[in-house]
């Protein structure tokens, strides 16, 4: 407690979100960490989750919009999968020869040693590789990509859509998770202009908020999230966040070494303007490609200062009030 | 509670004491939320179980609280999906507790407008009443003069969704009554399989399991939609990813699967013979074939008789074409020296001369008539140098020739530089170091030439050396829980359980005769008599006898093709009266849908099992049909019983994954309402019949009451034992005990076995299929949990991962060898061979069977022992595959410009099947694009288990078609607008995706444009669209009557579709502009 004093906690650094909420003693922060690059685009995520929840069916529209027929995260929408259709080169194909998938298929070190050497082999490779310009087709096409993407709530570090509510709805769990009280929202919608992400919503039919929960039920109970659980190319991962983060930034190094040079990692870094996400991506193109904002900052991160200024001109205001009335009461004595 | 405890619970009062100022964490927890817990954790028991949907097989745990399913997730135990599933899989919950499923039997009278309701009960009596009748009045006793004991007049259609168990019983019961149109999804989605994959390497299922792919180097995958279709087995393919395997996927659309390849290939449908000629052209002209593999595994030396011509001889056709009736003797393909019988596929061809010559040879005059297969001296008849230009490999290169870089172009559309990539991969990716996997599903399989892609594949395979070695083999992925399982145990007319053959009509015919025209000499099809005998007594139990011939009589015959389409032509000529649709949708799922509905149309009876009300089952009053006045429920006279039908949750059984394994699902509750598992509607029917039956004198009574038919009920709704009947397709011995392998079946009425190749299942009184001991706690291969056929091997052929003297080809390579100290064949998997059999042992030269198969004979099925790089019996359709092209195609046949289509593929011309103009004949030009179907990840097959759940619906909510952007600016399509797609069968309107994804190809000297629709819609459900089924024809392959529906044309114009006899009228007019008559794209020759 005494460590909260003077500490701006809507914003900045915040390595324990769960033990600044008052958890004295509790399990590391978990999150997800959604390597797109893997994604299959299958919408597991999305069935899993409703399933998990019983989130109702929100409507049979057809968008034109590749296979994303889902549009967005909503109060009826907890994973989103994106579709991306783009036409521009693709990197070559890196040179495997002497992995020895034996050795990898039995777990043994050696086959992940030669995994990592495979990687360095292929670096040379990935260099022609991003030496590539758009090679046409005879038919004056490109080559194609499809980027597919599945987006959650971010579980942001400093989350205005929490520090906004009035009734104590939204709040931060054990975990370092942010999760809304369904018993105790009454629908306000405070939080919906205040998610940088956009992804906190009004339920039409009952005016309440929903979002993901990270299934919070679940992890009570030792479980993982469902969306994780049925993901079938492990695209979404759950996990302790220092563990994910680790692991995101290996798999984005081996991603560029390989010649994939628009790998990068959003929302792990605990300096951005939220704090860094408990639910991060490898992208493999710009955050904007994927709906998402390029930077995004918690909307309540200058509400200390907007609070001290407001102090400042309260305390300004009274005390010019209070010196009025002095000099009003010295001429009346006066 | 005290006032103390009210005042601690104030979010305030925690706020201002504890470690949360701010109160948004711990002192924002309302009592709710506090007292969360994961529903699995309070559920009563978890049961365990497999998903219903595809044949990944990925096992379930089924959480049970207060006797209802409250959640259904994967288990992580699985070797297989290790506890993820895809989107349909994770939405079981909605599938099996859904508000969708129907409860209650309902009635539709002779030409009443509405269902009525009935009670369970009386409704199985009528179709008791209903069966009997109509078996009685469509009896045949023979035809043409030859004894064949059995009805037309009843058919039955589906299995694929249902358990191994449920499909033994339904065969058998029908074929106790003489019933032979037995068919499933088995037929319209896989049966190329079996004749492509089993004429090549001895048996009809993937050589390979899933988990393998992961020691792929290379993985190419064609004709699959493998990350769609198959979404949990393609982690194997992204694991063999990560390890740095190369994964190339070849398609005519850019699909998620081409997402996740380093190198997508975009292909014209309905070219892919082509394409893999070309590859096999590339490893014979380049020499880059693993030749010591190709030589002591394959029939590559084989030398082939004089009379063979190949397509290069004669303009396209292979000798023995008889040009009038389009149909092949295949006499002349057969190797030098005698004749060897096939191991899968066609094997009836030649019955008349393998009988007479088995009587010579009972005789003692075989070798007189240099018959007899395999027991000609093979040294005598092959050439290891190669070089004997009537050899196999001679063979090869020459008919292979012309498949040239140019010609691939030409034909598929393919850029020469991609062609070159695929062949450096493959090339580099084989050999003793390195192994390279196909993979592929329906888009080889659907085809008039379907059992022929398969076959240029393992020929490919074959000749780099891929067969039997781990990472490399033939995935081939079904699309149904059980679809393996439902071709193993068959619910198919030309089959009986184990790929035995059902008998044709012959005269003379008995058991003996039988088995020496249909076994084959050499290997374990040589002990096909001690299986069909073990077959007959698990059939007829105490009435089969040696002295009656173990009741063979009694089992109905073939006379020709009874299959799914034959079936509704029969019901379109009121030859076939009566309908068993279980588990399938045909009005909506078959090739040309409206044929299927106005066959069901002429039905007297018709009854439905499903889980809610679908197209198939409601035609009646709302089918397409009565929308265009061709129909009025009033007018219909087919009698149509629905009965609800019960969920793997609701029901024990075991599904045969699609890599031959059999994976048992408990059940976890009992069926609500009127819904029962099939296993109870197929037994109490058969019980009730025999009752019925009881004391008739008739002959044509005596099959079905000599028909073993004791199996103990369980349970309040008297559920047979479904582990009752498991036993029984495992086997008895003569002590009554449970056989564990079928090396101890008996050809003398001592063993019974309801399916040779699952002995074993239940070896020891154990449920070998139930067996989940967790991946984590053994090795990659899994072998413990639960079983695969046969003996529980899972890489098939897998002698062949040993060079000639038993040892691995190379340490990276390493499968399993001959371990010489033991003097039995050890390593990482059950050995697919005999255990003791040492690599240099050759056989005496008067061996038959298993005695036969020298230490070097890795396919212990076939007849030779070998490979078949040229296959000299099996199929109909030639010995080697050829390019031509599809019925209804808008290319002229590049590669064989006198012979359009094949000659020998099955058409129908009659009325509403009227097939299309091609290439350059005239007319063509009316239906100038390419249509191919197919699946998406969210939705399954004909939408039965899909369209009616909103989670899944909601994901894909429409009936769309995706063409290039080229072809919707030639036709004015827009995106997300609409667009009706006609064919001479029928139009449909979907909704548009223009998309970069599908590709103008240039083929054929011209620009060939694609369009992709998905087959899963139909006007019933929460999700409806017109159906794809609707434009397709009956255009069937000779060997399997397998549909071609992967490759046809259409014309595409922009907006919905006309109404009602507008509808009639549009069809009218393309007939009429295209010259369409019933002569149309029949010619044999040309």
Redo the contacts between chains.
């Keep these: ?1 005494s460590s ?1 004093i003077g500490r701006n ?1 809507l914003a900045g650094a915040e390595p324990d979100p ?7 003693d509790h399990p590391p922060r978990m999150g997800f960490f959604t390597d797109t690059s ?1 994604c ?5 995520c ?3 989750c ?3 929840n019983a989130v109702p ?8 919009m ?2 994303d ?2 549009q967005g995260l909503s109060a009826d929408t907890w994973r989103h999968v994106a579709f991306v ?1 783009q ?1 521009r080169p ?1 990197p070559a ?2 040179d ?2 002497g ?4 050795a ?3 777990g043994e070190p050696d ?1 992940s040693a030669a ?1 990592a050497r ?1 990687s360095h082999s292929a670096a040379p490779q990935a260099q022609q590789g991003a030496d590539l310009t758009v090679v046409p ?3 004056g ?1 490109t080559e ?5 993407s599945s987006d959650v709530c971010k579980h942001c570090t400093h989350a205005a859509c ?2 906004v ?1 009035p009734t ?7 975990f370092g998770t942010v ?1 809304v ?4 929202c009454n629908g306000c919608g405070y939080c919906v202009p205040a998610c940088p992400y956009g992804v906190i919503d009004q339920r039409p039919s009952d005016g309440r908020v929903f979002k993901c929960t990270l ?4 992890l ?2 030792g ?1 993982e999230p ?1 969306c994780a ?6 695209s979404i991962q759950f996990g302790p966040l220092e563990e994910l983060r680790e692991r995101a930034a290996g798999r984005v190094a081996q991603l560029q070494a390989a010649g994939e040079s628009g790998a990068r990692l959003y929302g792990e870094d605990p300096d951005d303007g939220v704090g860094g996400d408990g639910a991060f991506f490898l992208l493999l193109d710009e955050p904007e490609v994927y709906g998402l904002p390029p930077d995004p900052v918690v909307t309540t991160r200058d509400l200390p200062s907007m609070w001290r200024h407001a102090a400042l001109a309260a305390g300004g205001l009274l005390g010019g009030l209070a010196a009025a009335f002095a000099v009003f009461g010295t001429d009346r004595k006066g | 509670m005290g006032v103390r405890t009210w005042i601690q619970d104030w979010p305030v009062y925690r706020q201002l004491s504890g470690g949360d100022p701010l109160g948004r964490g711990a002192a924002a927890r309302s009592r709710t939320t506090d007292g969360l817990r994961a529903r699995t954790a309070t559920a009563d028991k978890v049961v365990k179980s497999i998903c219903p949907y595809c044949a990944v097989g990925c096992a379930q745990d089924v959480y049970v609280k207060d006797g209802k399913v409250v959640q259904i997730e994967g288990d992580p135990d699985s070797p297989v999906s290790r506890g993820r599933l895809c989107p349909k899989g994770s939405a079981t919950l909605q599938l099996t507790t859904g508000s969708a499923r129907r409860h209650e039997v309902l009635y539709r009278p002779p030409y009443g407008t509405d269902w009525e309701r009935l009670d369970l009960d009386t409704a199985l009596e009528m179709v008791v009443d209903r069966v009997l009748a109509t078996r009685r009045e469509t009896w045949q006793d023979e035809v043409d003069g030859l004894r064949v004991n059995r009805t037309l007049g009843i058919a039955s259609l589906g299995g694929a969704t249902l358990d191994n168990e449920e499909n033994y019983l339904i065969k058998k019961l029908l074929t106790g009554l003489g019933i032979v149109q037995v068919e499933n999804q088995a037929r319209v989605c896989h049966s190329s399989t079996v004749a492509g994959l089993g004429t090549s390497f001895g048996r009809g299922g993937a050589t390979t399991f899933l988990q393998d792919l992961q020691n792929s180097d290379c993985i190419v995958i064609e004709g699959s939609n493998f990350a769609e279709a198959h979404p949990v087995g393609f982690q194997w393919v992204m694991e063999a990813k990560a390890r740095g395997a190369k994964v190339i996927h070849v398609d005519p659309r850019f699909t998620r699967t081409s997402a996740l390849a380093d190198l997508h290939v975009p292909i014209r449908a309905g070219s892919d013979i082509a394409f893999l000629g070309g590859l096999i052209n590339h490893v014979l002209s380049t020499g880059s074939d693993f030749r010591e593999y190709v030589l002591a595994y394959t029939n590559a030396a084989t030398i082939v008789g004089e009379d063979f011509r190949d397509t290069e001889d004669l303009d396209g056709v292979f000798s023995g074409l008889d040009p009038d009736g389009g149909h092949y003797d295949p006499l002349s393909w057969q190797y030098e020296g005698g004749d060897v019988q096939a191991a899968s596929g066609e094997r009836d061809t030649l019955y008349e001369e393998r009988a007479r010559n088995s009587a010579v040879s009972a005789a003692g005059h075989s070798e007189a008539h240099g018959s007899g297969g395999a027991r000609a001296d093979r040294t005598a008849n092959s050439d290891p140098t190669l070089e004997h230009p009537r050899c196999v490999y001679q063979i090869l290169k020459r008919h292979f020739a012309r498949y040239t870089p140019e010609m691939v172009q030409e034909v598929c559309g393919i850029a020469p530089e991609a062609f070159r990539e695929v062949c450096e991969a493959l090339v580099a990716n084989s050999g003793p170091e390195r192994t390279t996997e196909f993979v592929y599903a329906v888009g080889w399989t659907q085809h008039s030439v379907g059992a022929q892609y398969i076959r240029t594949a393992c020929i490919l395979q074959l000749l780099l050396g891929n067969i039997g070695r781990p990472g490399g083999g033939i995935q081939a992925l079904r699309g149904h829980a059980s679809i393996q399982g439902s071709s193993d145990i068959p619910t198919l007319f030309n089959l009986l359980p184990g790929y035995l053959p059902m008998p044709h009509a012959h005269a003379h015919e008995d058991l003996d005769s039988f088995v020496d025209a249909v076994k084959t000499e050499k290997g374990f099809w040589g002990n096909m008599r001690a299986y069909m005998v073990s077959l007959l007594k698990a059939y007829y139990g105490q009435a089969a006898t040696a002295g009656n011939d173990f009741c063979f009589g009694h089992l109905p015959r073939l006379t020709g093709s009874h299959s799914t389409y034959e079936t509704v032509l029969a019901q379109l000529d009121g030859v076939c009266k009566g309908y068993f649709l279980m588990g399938e949708n045909p009005a909506v799922g078959s090739a040309n849908a409206k044929m299927q509905r106005l066959g069901m149309a002429k039905l007297d009876w018709l009854v439905v099992r499903d889980f809610s009300l679908i197209e198939s089952a409601t035609w009646w009053k709302d089918g397409p049909e009565i929308e265009t006045g061709e129909l009025r429920t009033e007018d219909i006279g087919t009698e149509v019983f629905f009965f609800p039908a019960a969920a793997h949750t609701e029901k024990s059984g075991s599904f045969t994954n699609t890599n031959r394994m059999l994976q048992w699902h408990h059940t976890a509750v009992e069926p609500a309402g009127d819904a029962r598992s099939d296993l109870w509607f197929t037994y109490h029917l058969g019980r009730r019949i025999k009752e019925r039956l009881a004391g008739s004198t008739e002959p044509r009574d005596r099959a079905i009451l000599d028909l073993a038919w004791d199996y103990p009920v369980e349970g309040p709704l008297a559920e047979p034992s479904a582990e009752a009947v498991l036993a029984e397709i495992n086997g008895y011995g003569p002590d009554g005990a449970h056989l564990s392998a079928y090396t101890e079946l008996k050809d003398d009425g001592s063993t019974s076995c309801g399916c040779w190749i699952y002995c074993g299942v239940y070896a020891d009184g154990v449920n070998q299929a139930a067996r989940r001991k967790p991946h984590t706690e053994q090795d990659w291969v899994a072998a413990e949990w639960a079983w695969a056929w046969p003996a529980n091997r899972r890489l098939l052929y897998n002698r062949a991962s040993a060079d000639p003297e038993g040892r691995p080809w190379s340490e990276r390579k390493a499968y399993v060898w001959w371990d010489a100290e033991q003097g039995r064949w050890t390593g990482h998997d059950v050995p697919d061979f005999i255990p003791d059999r040492a690599p240099s042992y050759r056989p005496p030269e008067d061996a038959t069977g298993p005695d036969a198969l020298s230490g070097i004979d890795p396919f212990i099925m076939q007849a030779d022992g070998k490979g078949w790089l040229f296959a000299p019996a099996g199929l109909v359709d030639g010995p080697l595959p050829t390019h031509y092209e599809p019925q209804d195609s808008p290319v002229a046949n590049p590669l064989h410009p006198h012979q359009q289509r094949s000659p020998v593929r099955q058409l129908f011309a009659r009325d509403h099947n009227r097939y299309h103009p091609s290439g350059a004949e005239p007319g063509a030009g009316v239906f100038p694009y390419v249509v191919t179907t197919y699946r998406l990840t969210e939705h399954f097959t004909a939408g039965g288990m899909t369209r009616w759940s909103p989670y899944l619906a909601e994901l894909q909510p429409e009936m769309f078609c995706e063409v290039s952007p080229e072809l919707a600016a030639e036709r004015g399509l827009v995106n997300a607008g609409w667009a009706t797609v006609v064919t001479a069968r029928g139009a449909i309107e979907a909704r548009v995706l223009v998309t970069d994804r599908m590709a103008p190809l240039r083929a054929g000297g011209h620009t060939v444009h694609q369009i992709g629709l998905p087959y899963h819609w139909g006007p019933n459900g929460y999700s409806t669209g017109d159906a794809a089924n609707e434009l397709s024809s009956i255009a069937l392959d000779p060997n399997v009557h397998i549909q071609e529906v992967k490759a046809l044309t259409a014309d595409i114009r922009p907006g919905r579709r006309p109404r009602g006899p507008e509808l009639l009228a549009l069809l009218a007019d393309y007939r009429l502009r295209a010259g369409i008559t019933e002569r149309t794209g029949t010619e044999v020759r040309g």
């Design positions: 407690m909260l906690l769960a033990g600044d909420a008052g958890y004295g893997v299959i685009g299958c919408k597991a999305e069935v899993a409703k399933e998990w069916e929100d409507g049979l529209e057809l968008t034109g590749s296979y027929n889902t259709e036409t693709l194909a890196p495997h020869s992995v020895d998938v034996f990898l298929a039995a086959g995994g495979d087709s005879p038919d096409r194609l990509r499809w980027l597919m929490l520090d509510c104590g709805a939204l709040f931060r769990t054990e999760v009280q369904e018993d105790v299934c919070y039920d679940r009570g109970d479980m469902a659980k049925a993901c079938p190319t492990d």
